[in-house]
């Protein structure tokens, strides 16, 4: 005969979204959707120019660095 655990099961509690965040996580949402039905926004873009590539070096050059 097994024994009986004298352990309780604690439920787990659930973390609940403020009305804030998610009025901010569904503007999100119907904006992305919004976007992917090809639907004109409002929205602002923003460039940034990428650095440039580092210059390629030659064996013989790495060879010459001092240690």
Known sequence: ???KSTRSIKP???RHVGDEA???LKEALE???A???GEPRDLRVTRIRA????KKTLPKDSANIER
């Open 1 to 3: 005969m097994k024994a």
């Open 12 to 14: 787990e509690k659930t």
């Open 22 to 24: 998610f009025a901010d």
């Open 31 to 33: 904006g992305a959707l």
């Open 35 to 37: 976007f992917e039905r």
């Open 51 to 54: 650095p440039r590539h580092p």
